[in-house]
């Protein structure tokens, strides 16, 4: 895989935010950067919306562990299925921190232009997070 390739730009991004390093991550993004959180319905429109983004996912989950389960790429598009280990220690969605432990699984749809990523879409997990603290009551078995 070469160093500007699709999939290891976004295993780039990947890589910097588990670092907490806020300014590489935001290195990943090309400079028209456009975002969709097709959960939360928000959308994002520059790199200054996605760093404070980055900033406020790793205020509400400061030990966030994010790890790629499965990467397809077809150039220059990549998708890839997420998993995010964490602790809910800062307010997230309105929600007070919980000091649960979290797991959340998602997919983001990544395009990749001049080695930077220039669309994102996102989707993950509300119900399974609402379920690990606790404000949606367990599927029955």
Avoid: K
């Avoid at 895989?1 to 090309?30: C, E, G, K, W, Y």
């Amino acid at each position: 895989m070469s160093n500007d390739s699709p999939t290891f730009v976004v295993h780039r991004l990947f890589d910097a935010i588990n670092a907490q390093d806020i300014p590489r991550a935001v290195d990943q993004l090309h400079a028209d950067y456009r975002g969709v959180d097709a959960t939360r319905s928000v959308v994002t429109t520059s790199r200054d919306e996605a760093e404070r983004e980055i900033r406020a996912g790793l205020t509400a989950f400061p030990d966030f562990t994010l790890s790629v389960e499965q990467c397809v790429a077809d150039s220059p598009r990549v998708s890839v299925f997420w998993g995010l280990d964490a602790t809910h220690g800062g307010s997230f969605l309105d929600i007070p921190p919980t000091g649960q432990s979290v797991h959340v699984s998602g997919t983001g749809l990544f395009t990749v232009r001049d080695g930077r990523i220039v669309r994102a879409v996102h989707l993950w997990d509300l119900a399974g997070f609402l379920r690990t603290i606790r404000l949606l009551p367990d599927l029955p078995q």
